[in-house]
């Protein structure tokens, strides 16, 4: 490839050879990684200790993804299911550090995790998982929504067309959740996307309108507008506002009402209690 020297001398590089560079770079970063991992395992063989050399290897492999990458935390939460049984969850993400009883319906439990990357909701009936919740804590942690886009990467209103089934609150916490009714095909579950006010930022930066103020102040707007009987056509004006200024924080699962997923917040007091955040 010919590079035009610059009046300087140097050489001036086009964008197809910086990301080429950037890649190379990246490359030789986990070839480096790669070779320190066999280099321990190498040692730590000839001292006849396998047992102890195949579990540090994989848990240093582990650390190392986890702090460059998501993958890991990604490929947990995908194992999570609607259906599966609460043990089998259990087994994959351990204990949860609380459980509450919910007071809709004393048969359904919610079970909460605090992960570094995310936090994580369980809901219960019958040991059998019927819903749950992934909240976002970190501003590039965006797994994928089951049948649908990257959590984040548009505002409500562009993944959901159907603005009818919704639900928020700005008293003890603020809230928005959108429900979307799914087909046969994905086993009439309901996805539901929402933004809390102690998940992460995932607008993207030309997103001005995603502010944390600027989202409490179209929330403020329509609960307004629906308690002081605003007409219907202001109600569904702010309705839109809401939906299309929003990048979604967390996003759930469940074959149960959304009343529930609702429920299952944390109130801003109970979420700085039980993380100690």
Known sequence: MQHEPE???????????VIAIQEAQKNSFWRRVQTSIMMTAALMIS???WNDTKEI?????ESILANFTHNIEYDQIKQINVGNSLEYVKSMVGEPYVIK?????PEIQFHYYSKEKYDLTLVSQDEQIVGYTVISKVDDFTPIIPFAENLGSSTIEQANQDPRIYALDNSNLLYFI????????????????GYVEYGANLAPASATTMAREKVSEVLTSL????TYSATEEETLEAVHLVRSSIYPNFYSMTNIEPA????????RYEYQQFTQS
């Open 7 to 17: 009046d300087n001398g140097a050489i001036k590089l086009n964008g197809d050879d």
């Open 47 to 49: 001292a006849g200790q």
């Open 57 to 61: 290897a994989i848990t240093i492999y």
């Open 101 to 105: 009883r919910s007071k809709l319906n």
């Open 178 to 193: 959108d429900s979307k009714m799914l087909g046969k095909q994905q086993m009439f579950l309901t996805q539901i996307r």
């Open 223 to 226: 609960i307004e507008k629906e």
């Open 260 to 267: 529930f997923i609702a429920e299952a917040l944390l109130t």
